[in-house]
């Protein structure tokens, strides 16, 4: 039988009879995957960080430590994000195994120790999903989550929601670009990225993408998820106003040819800042698995120079170590 999106919407540009798409013409040509994966052999990529694992681990990582009420946000590597916002907590893209795979013993692995254990998470009121890619969403992980907070809400693109109810959930908030849901006195709004879904062979975007606006009484913080720079990302505060906080994703950018559609670099994210007016930011996406040719340390390096020739007269641009704590407040 032939698979048709049963929220197919003709009048939806990112959508079609068979999935999702992109609103931008991006594709990848014939070939392509095959000929960065013969590149990334011969050069042998990605080399480890300049000074080794050990050092990077020593300088940009820190185990999380959990005080005060004020509104915050601790990074815990890659996209994965535990925020406070009006004493509630909140989850982006938990991964806490060992590797972004479907099974235990292949696949990338953890390059730096998961900053803090889920036993030690004081409550849990909201997990966000971005998309379905194993780096994002990670079954081991929302099944311990479950155990631990079973009435924890999720919100997800669509088409993702019948895998969350499988691991155990209930509730589940399935919601479209644009589309908004008001949860305990805060605004979840569904936002547009430029990237793709897959998890098995059969399965390539049959379910959507995006990134998450959450507005609390204090301000919008974006959590971009993933996502190719477009200047669609622009209509976000266009639509829903001034954002007061992102979370940008700066890593998995190389080699650029390939690569770009659907991952911002360093300097992507830096001039995407500036087009937002600058407001309070962190990098995200780098620092804990080596899903492309760039060293662990590349993504780092790469934006400290951009922000260095860009000339910011404001500090706003905050690089976190994983594990470190941003006060929003």
């Known amino acids: ?12 540009s990112h959508h079609s009879p068979d999935g999702f798409i992109n609103t931008a013409s991006v594709t990848h040509q014939p070939g392509d995957v095959k000929r960065w994966r013969n590149e990334r052999k011969a050069a042998g990529l990605p080399r480890p960080p300049a000074d080794g694992y050990e050092r990077f681990i020593e300088q940009w990582w820190q185990k999380v430590e959990i005080t005060g009420d004020s509104d915050g946000l601790w990074w815990l590597g890659h996209a994965s994000i535990l925020l406070r916002l009006q004493g509630q907590y909140l989850l982006t893209d938990p991964v806490f195994s060992r590797r972004a795979s479907p099974v235990r013993f292949a696949g990338p692995q953890r390059r730096t120790p998961s900053a803090l254990a889920i036993a030690d998470i004081p409550q ?7 998309h379905n890619h194993y780096d994002h969403l990670d079954t081991w992980t929302l099944r311990a989550l479950l155990r631990r907070f079973p009435d924890v809400q999720f919100f997800v693109p669509l088409g993702v929601g019948a895998l969350i109810r499988r691991l155990g959930a209930r509730h589940v908030t399935e919601l479209d670009w644009w589309q908004s849901m008001i949860f305990q006195g805060m605004v979840y709004t569904a936002v547009p990225a430029q990237h793709w879904s897959m998890r098995t062979l059969w399965d390539r ?9 959450v507005e609390s009484a204090e301000g919008r913080f974006w959590f971009a998820g993933d996502t190719g720079y477009t200047p669609e990302l622009l209509t976000i505060p266009q639509r829903l106003g001034a954002l007061d906080a992102v979370a940008l994703p700066v890593g998995a950018y190389a080699p ?10 360093p300097q992507s994210a830096v001039a995407l ?4 007016g600058s407001p309070l930011a962190f990098p995200v996406h780098w620092g804990v698995f080596e899903l ?25 641009f905050r690089i976190l170590k994983i594990g470190q704590y941003l006060p929003l407040a």
């Open 1 to 12: 039988m032939v698979w048709k999106n049963p929220w197919y919407n003709p009048a939806l």
């Open 124 to 130: 849990l009121d909201v997990i966000l999903i971005s």
């Open 205 to 213: 975007n049959r379910s959507l993408w995006c990134g998450w606006v």
């Open 256 to 265: 650029r040819w390939f690569m770009s559609i659907h991952h911002m670099d």
């Open 273 to 276: 800042w500036q087009q937002l």
């Open 292 to 316: 492309a040719d760039e060293s662990l340390d590349q993504p780092v390096k790469e934006l400290q120079l951009s922000l260095s020739e860009a000339a910011i007269d404001n500090d706003n």
